[in-house]
């Protein structure tokens, strides 16, 4: 449950990165970090572009960096050390893909990439959201459910002799924005909602930005449902 009256941080979101800005998820992540008043800048780290990424870079507010290889940001060297937030929506579905690859995608690229941001800064206020997923669990049964799990982990324990707080969002279903969505996954949220089941891609990003604000909040490693997720969203909606 969010604490009523927190100490927030209006600099704690000054500076956001994006990855998976393409996707589903991560375009309303980016939605909500553009559409956000206390965010002065937003990296897009990303191999293609968008319509959304487009008007945001047109904006100003938006810098995109085109990259290839996710197990290593040299490239990024010379920004990293500036980011607070960091929203990683980057990832694919486990079906039909081999087990190497989904470790690579779900496990190398996020530790790598924190690896390469706690050498450049480890002084607050710095946040890493991951979107893990409902399921997850570092000894479940299914290999996609393990390594997000172990990924869970390890981002912690890379955070732990930092200022770095590592959240991860076990959420269930994740609704596009409206700009994506289409009729099913309307009809879908219909069905899901009640049951807390269901939340936006951009309210997701709202929750992420509002937990970040929170600095004393949540510690690093909390791992955040669903339903939590709908009452940070709520809690940021209410105060903007």
Same mark, same amino acid.
């Given at each position: 449950?969010? %604490?009523?009256?927190? !100490?927030?941080?209006?600099?704690? +979101?000054?500076?956001? $990165?994006? #990855?998976?800005?393409?996707?589903?998820? =991560?375009?309303?992540?980016?939605?909500?970090?553009?559409?956000?008043?206390?965010?002065?800048?937003?990296?897009?780290?990303?191999?293609?572009?968008?319509?959304?990424?487009?008007?945001?870079?047109?904006?100003?507010?938006?810098?995109?960096?085109?990259?290839?290889?996710?197990?290593?940001?040299?490239?990024?060297?010379?920004?990293?050390?500036?980011?607070?937030?960091?929203?990683?929506?980057?990832?694919?579905?486990?079906?039909?893909?081999?087990?190497?690859?989904?470790?690579?995608?779900?496990?190398?690229?996020?530790? %790598?990439?924190?690896? !390469?941001?706690?050498?450049?800064? +480890?002084?607050?206020? $710095?946040? #890493?959201?991951?979107?893990?997923?409902? =399921?997850?669990?570092?000894?479940?049964?299914?290999?996609?459910?393990?390594?997000?799990?172990?990924?869970?982990?390890?981002?912690?324990?890379?955070?732990?002799?930092?200022?770095?707080?590592?959240?991860?969002?076990?959420?269930?279903?994740?609704?596009?924005?409206?700009?994506?969505?289409?009729?099913?996954?309307?009809?879908?949220?219909?069905?899901?909602?009640?049951?807390?089941?269901?939340?936006?891609?951009?309210?997701?990003?709202?929750?992420?930005?509002?937990?970040?604000?929170?600095?004393?909040?949540?510690?690093?490693?909390?791992?955040?449902?669903?339903?939590?997720?709908?009452?940070?969203?709520?809690?940021?909606?209410?105060?903007?």
């Amino acid at each position: 449950t969010p %604490a009523q009256d927190p !100490a927030r941080d209006a600099n704690a +979101n000054a500076v956001v $990165m994006v #990855f998976g800005a393409t996707g589903s998820v =991560g375009d309303g992540l980016l939605k909500a970090a553009v559409a956000d008043p206390n965010v002065q800048k937003v990296y897009v780290i990303t191999r293609s572009s968008s319509p959304r990424i487009e008007a945001g870079v047109a904006s100003g507010k938006v810098e995109v960096r085109f990259h290839q290889d996710f197990t290593d940001y040299t490239s990024l060297a010379d920004i990293l050390a500036e980011v607070n937030t960091v929203l990683w929506g980057l990832g694919t579905t486990s079906l039909g893909m081999d087990d190497a690859t989904y470790t690579r995608i779900h496990v190398d690229f996020p530790i %790598a990439f924190v690896n !390469a941001w706690l050498s450049a800064r +480890n002084t607050g206020p $710095m946040s #890493f959201h991951y979107v893990t997923g409902m =399921g997850t669990d570092a000894n479940g049964d299914q290999h996609w459910a393990r390594e997000k799990g172990r990924a869970e982990h390890e981002l912690a324990m890379l955070a732990e002799d930092s200022d770095l707080r590592t959240f991860s969002y076990r959420s269930a279903f994740v609704r596009p924005t409206t700009e994506q969505a289409n009729a099913f996954h309307y009809i879908l949220e219909t069905l899901l909602r009640p049951g807390k089941l269901v939340i936006s891609a951009s309210e997701l990003g709202s929750a992420m930005l509002e937990i970040s604000a929170r600095t004393n909040e949540l510690a690093n490693g909390t791992l955040i449902d669903n339903a939590d997720s709908i009452a940070y969203a709520d809690t940021y909606q209410s105060g903007q």
